[in-house]
């Protein structure tokens, strides 16, 4: 009977590891880094691109972002790194966004460099367009 209870307990431990690593891409990153986003990036729905952006806020300048397909692609980190020394004063810095993917799509995340303020200058010599190639 213990040799039996012993059997089914291991039996249900195997099933439980192996349901575990079934899934549609097990050696697909987590997160993909996207470079200077100048070439199309392929996902897949889970996971998420990062694109660092060299940014100076000090100046008023900063980057936003508009997606054409909403619905497959979600925002979930945004965060700037001064560069130089900790207390130098007006030192540029890199804006990372993170992107997930939530459906398959091809998606075009356009980037704008400018002052986001009503009347606000913009640099159009540094917009960036990201294309997603999201699958299943």
Same mark, same amino acid.
């Given at each position: 009977?213990?040799?039996?209870?012993?059997?089914?307990?291991?039996?249900?431990?195997? &099933? /439980?590891?192996?349901?575990?690593?079934?899934?549609?891409?097990?050696?697909?990153?987590?997160?993909?880094? &996207?470079?200077?986003?100048? /070439?199309?990036? +392929?996902?897949? !729905?889970?996971?998420?691109?990062?694109?660092?952006?060299?940014?100076?806020?000090? =100046?008023?300048?900063?980057? *936003?972002?508009?997606?054409?397909?909403?619905? /497959?692609?979600?925002? !979930?980190?945004?965060?700037?790194? *001064?560069?130089?020394?900790?207390?130098? !004063?007006? /030192?540029?810095?890199? $804006?990372?966004? $993170?992107?997930?993917?939530?459906?398959?799509?091809? +998606? =075009?995340?356009?980037?704008?460099?400018? *002052?986001?303020?009503?009347?606000?200058?913009? &640099?159009?010599?540094?917009?960036? =367009?990201? !294309?997603?190639?999201?699958?299943?």
């Amino acid at each position: 009977m213990k040799k039996s209870i012993f059997a089914l307990l291991a039996l249900g431990t195997i &099933a /439980a590891v192996l349901g575990g690593c079934m899934t549609s891409n097990p050696s697909a990153p987590e997160e993909v880094d &996207a470079g200077d986003g100048s /070439a199309p990036v +392929a996902l897949q !729905v889970g996971q998420t691109v990062k694109i660092d952006l060299e940014e100076n806020p000090s =100046t008023g300048y900063t980057w *936003q972002w508009e997606c054409d397909t909403p619905e /497959a692609v979600e925002l !979930v980190g945004d965060d700037y790194v *001064q560069g130089g020394e900790e207390d130098m !004063v007006g /030192a540029p810095g890199v $804006r990372s966004f $993170r992107f997930k993917a939530l459906a398959p799509a091809t +998606a =075009t995340i356009s980037f704008t460099y400018g *002052q986001d303020w009503d009347g606000g200058q913009q &640099a159009p010599e540094a917009a960036k =367009t990201l !294309v997603l190639k999201i699958g299943e």
